[in-house]
């Protein structure tokens, strides 16, 4: 079956630091990809997404492009703040709207100043 | 943006109650609802998928007469817990997804079973 796997954490790094969160799937077919946020206290929030190969989400500085050739959505920020601590999840969905969202592990960043 | 809403936030109950948790889309139709079950330090697990009108879809594992599922309005999904047991202590999670791939993540409620 369909599954997404993500980096393990926790991430602890510094304020200004550049984030690297690596995630690959397999899926059967073509989905669609995202990364969410879960603030402390919070639900998930759509931090970005990208519904087929090359596409780039972005969205706060976050990006992540849609790797086919390598199965991956690897989200990265150049600059990470204070406020970007959070749990972050990958999480692919197939075919049409309506369909579950699969979700990684989701990876816990720590950002101190 | 889309809002859905959940209530309870927190819940405890007793252990051999049952509990009712309400998903609510605010500002928008959600033919489909989802609820997810978080554990601590892991990912969200699919349960249920929710349609308006008809019988939820449980996933594997999932048992449907005791985490009863009604999507009676295209706005309000509950998910009761009958018969609670301290390993039903977990966050529930619900999603509605409207007519894109998006789906709008409730708040969650927090279940503690004494």
């Known amino acids: 079956g369909d599954s997404v796997t993500q980096m393990e954490g926790p991430v602890t790094l510094s304020e200004e630091a550049f984030l690297t969160i690596n995630c690959t799937y397999t899926?059967?077919?073509?989905?669609?990809l995202f990364w969410y946020v879960q603030y402390p206290g919070e639900g998930l929030q759509l931090l970005l997404k990208?519904?087929?190969?090359?596409d780039k989400g972005s969205n706060k500085g976050f990006e992540a492009t849609y790797r086919k050739e390598t199965t991956s959505f690897h989200l990265e920020k150049g600059s990470v703040q204070v406020s970007d601590s959070a749990v972050y999840f990958c999480?692919?969905?197939?075919?049409?709207?309506?369909?579950?969202?699969?979700f990684g592990k989701g990876t816990t960043l720590s950002v101190s100043s | 943006g889309a809002v859905v809403s959940q209530h309870p936030s927190r819940v405890i109950c007793k252990s051999g109650t049952s509990v009712k948790i309400e998903c609510r889309s605010l500002?928008?139709?959600?033919?489909?609802m989802f609820w997810y079950r978080q554990f601590p330090k892991q990912s969200l697990m699919l349960m249920a998928t929710?349609?308006?009108?008809?019988?939820?879809?449980?996933e594997q594992g999932v048992e449907k007469d005791k985490f009863l599922i009604n999507h009676a309005s295209l706005t309000l999904s509950t998910l009761t817990v009958t018969s609670a047991h301290p390993e039903d202590s977990s966050f529930y999670i619900c999603?509605?997804?409207?007519?894109?791939?998006?789906?709008?993540f409730g708040p969650g409620t927090r279940l503690t079973v004494t």
């Open positions: 999603s509605a997804s409207p007519v894109s791939y998006e789906q709008y």
């Open positions: 899926a059967t077919g073509y989905p669609s």
């Open positions: 990208a519904t087929k190969a090359d």
């Open positions: 999480a692919l969905s197939e075919g049409q709207a309506g369909t579950a969202l699969i």
């Open positions: 500002d928008f139709q959600a033919t489909t």
């Open positions: 929710s349609n308006e009108g008809s019988k939820a879809t449980y």
